[in-house]
């Protein structure tokens, strides 16, 4: 059964007139990883008694289906620490409405696992990988011995049949941007989508500085001395921007340029933390907590109304935070809102 897109009194609109069809959901806060631009060096884990279950999250992805939402992103922390989240990708892509069911992990856990994931529904699925070089990579993540095993994560990902396989790479001055063109070689000669990120600043690493940011146009402009590249069509509400190699590879690279030129005008997504908040922006101060009223008993529309007021506290975005010279700075970790 399908349903139709949120009617125009039902869809979820914010005050700016931007419609949510993208929902990410971190399903833990929990990380076998500690990446240098990502855990604060103390992290406080939520308690497991607070953390939404797996039905609860899906009645809340329910009733934003019936606002229009199509789309569902499980990120984290790290998504595959959470125990059963197969189950959970099962009972999302069931959901009458929703479209796509992704995850973003940092695939260590992932070989495993891919086929089983690919068989309860989902359609794609992103690693994130910040260095191709073994040495480095432990250094960045915080971890050991785990370099070959992400890569055969990736191996098996594409092995298992999903829709799309894409690689993540956050890119920071003086670490990683050397390697930008062994990024571009892996995604035109396995035909997989590279996507470069541009560092965000979150302070509670104690690594932030802006000095670090490699801009998108820096990383395809030396892309494109060695391959040359053509530019897609942006997808509304797209956070990236992707480009097709000139040749016949099927491979793709992609820029998100959250700091440099940010896409918040047509921004499409809406998230919900491991512990049940609704959070309009990935910069954004305001949070909704659903909780009371997922565990209080209430029924679906008021749950729905709940959203839509958290909805309409979304703001303009990173756009206007540059335009008015404000400093920009996330104020919650990275690892609690999914990235
Ligand atoms: N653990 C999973 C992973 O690493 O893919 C999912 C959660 S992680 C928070 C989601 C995405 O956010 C990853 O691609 C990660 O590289 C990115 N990320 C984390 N900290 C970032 C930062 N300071 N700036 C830009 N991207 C960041
Ligand atoms: Fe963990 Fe992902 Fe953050 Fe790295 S980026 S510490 S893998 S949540």
Redesign the pocket.
């Known amino acids: 059964m399908s349903i139709p897109l949120g009617s125009a009194d039902q869809i979820l609109s914010d005050s700016f007139g931007r419609h949510a069809r993208k929902l990410r959901i971190s399903v833990t806060d929990r ?1 076998n ?1 500690r ?1 240098n ?2 855990m604060p060096q103390d992290p406080e884990w939520m308690e497991d008694a607070d953390l939404l279950t797996f039905e609860e999250i899906t009645r809340v992805a329910t009733v934003l289906a019936r606002l229009g939402v199509t789309n569902i992103r499980l ?5 595959l620490m959470r125990r059963g989240v197969e189950d959970l990708v099962g009972s999302l892509s069931r959901i009458p409405g929703i479209r796509a069911v992704g995850m ?3 695939g260590a856990l992932l070989k495993d696992r891919a086929r089983v994931l690919k068989a309860n529904g989902l359609h794609c699925v ?3 990988i ?1 260095s191709l070089k073994p040495e480095r990579y432990h250094q960045i993540t915080g971890t050991r011995d785990v370099f070959w095993r992400v890569m055969d994560g990736l191996q098996e990902a594409r092995n298992a049949g999903f829709e799309r396989v894409k690689v ?1 790479c ?1 890119v920071t001055r003086g670490c990683n941007e050397d390697e930008v063109q062994d990024f571009a070689r892996l995604a035109h000669d396995a035909e997989v989508s590279v996507r470069f ?6 302070d509670g690493s104690k690594m932030w500085d802006s000095g670090l940011v490699v801009g998108g146009e820096e990383i395809i402009r030396s892309i494109e001395a060695h391959y040359p590249l053509l530019p897609l069509e942006r997808e509304h509400g797209a956070t990236a921007r992707h480009y097709k190699f000139s040749d016949n590879s099927d491979g793709e690279v992609g820029i998100i340029t ?1 700091m440099t030129k940010p896409f918040c005008s047509d921004c499409d997504r809406i998230r919900l933390t491991a512990d049940g908040k609704v959070v309009p922006c990935l910069f954004s101060k305001q949070e909704y907590d659903l909780k009371p009223a997922l565990r209080g008993g209430s029924p679906d529309p008021e749950l729905s109304d709940r959203i839509r007021r958290a909805f309409l506290l979304k703001d303009e975005g990173i756009e206007r935070m540059l335009r008015d010279h404000v400093e920009l700075k ?1 104020v919650r970790p ?2 609690t809102i ?2």
């Open positions: 990380c990883f990446c631009f990502c990120s984290g922390g790290e998504p973003t992990t940092n992103t690693l994130s910040h993540n956050v990120i541009e560092y965000m600043p979150f959250s996330l990275m690892h999914g990235g």
